[in-house]
C-alpha cells in the first residue's frame, strides 16, 4: 500500500461533505476521487474538496484505479448495491449507518467481502470518538457497578425542505434507522443483546415511522429505554445508570459535542469526567481507523467487527418487526 492511502467518496450530499473536511485533518490519507449519478455536481464536490478525479456514475468510481478504499454515502437503501459495486471492483468499503436495510442485505455484503477477503467496515464513527472510549474504560473499571437501566433519546424536527429520504419507505425512511440507530448502539455497547425487544411507533403519512419507543429487556432485570423523534426537538441525551451512580451523554450523545458528567448519588453532586478535546467533525476517527486497518492488510475492524453490525441491524429488524415498520426490500 502506498504512503498515502486513497480515498473515494460515492454520493456527493450532505454527510459526504462532512467527511471530505475531516479527512483533510488525516495527514496519510487524501481524497483522490468522487462519483456522483450527476458528472456537473462531482465536478463541483471535486472540486470544493480537491478530488482530482470526478466521475459521472458510481461504476466508474468503483473501476478507477487510483481509489484504494470508497467510503459510501448515499441513502440507506443504495449502500447494499454500491457495496457489492466496490468489492466486485477490488475497492475497500467504509459504508455508512446503517449498513444496510436489513440483517438478509447485511450479511450478503458481508459474504462477498469475505469471499474476496477485501476490508469492508460501518460507518458507525459515535463508537471511535473520545467520548465512547472513556465511557468503555469507566466501564471496565467497574465505576458504575452494575448497570441496570440506560435511557436514551434523540429527536429533531427537520429543516425545511425536509430531505424525501427521511420519510420514504424506499429510502429506508424513518426515525429507526436515521437516528434511532445510535439509541440502539448505545444500549447494545452497554447492555449486550436483549433478551426481549419491544417497540411502538407512530407512523408518518409515508407509513414509516415519525415517532419510535423501543424496550429493551435482559434476562438480570436490566432494561433500556429508547425514544426516537422526528415531530420534536428532544434533549438528544443518554443516561447510563449503575448501581454505583449515573453516567450521562449530554447533548448529541452521539456525536463530538456530548460530555459526560457523572452523578455518584442522587441529582445534587456532578462531576465532569475528562475527555481528549476532538477536531473537526469527528468522522476522521472512523477514517484513520479504516486506514491502519488497510496497513495492517486486515479484511475486518477490530472495533467496528461484523458481528457488531450484524447485531446492530438485526437489532434493527426487531424493532421494525415489534413496531410495524416495513420497507419495500424487506419483502
Ligand atoms: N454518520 C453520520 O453522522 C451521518 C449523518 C447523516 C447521514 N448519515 C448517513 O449517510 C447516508 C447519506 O445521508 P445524507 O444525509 O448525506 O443524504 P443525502 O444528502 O440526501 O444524499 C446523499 C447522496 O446520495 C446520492 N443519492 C443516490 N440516490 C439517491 C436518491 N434516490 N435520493 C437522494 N440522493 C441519492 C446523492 O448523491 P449524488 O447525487 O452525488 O449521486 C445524494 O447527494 C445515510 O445512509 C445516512 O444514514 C450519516
Redo the contacts with the bound molecule.
Sequence with gaps: MDKIIRWGIL??????S?FATDLLLIQDAKLVAV????QE??DA?GAEYGAEHRHGS?EALAADPSVDVIYI???????QEATLLCLQHGKAVLC???FALNARQAKAMIAVAREKKIFLME?L?SKFLPQYDKLQELIREGKLGTIKSVLVNFGFRPLQPV???LYDPA??GGTI??IGIYNAFLALSVLGKPQVIQATMTPAGTGVDEQCAVLFQYPDGAMAQLFSSFTTDLATEADICGTAGRLRLTTRFF?TQASLEWFPGRMDTRELIEVLASEGFG?HYEARHVNDCLRKGLTESPIMSFADTLLLIETLDAIRKAAGIQYPADE
Design positions: 454520493g456527493c450530499g450532505h454527510i459526504a462532512k462519483g456522483s449519478r450527476n455536481k462531482a464536490f458510481y454515502a448515499t441513502p440507506h437503501n443504495l449502500h455508512e449507518k446503517p460507518a464513527w430531505n424525501p429520504r429510502l429506508g434507522m436515521d456525536d468522522y
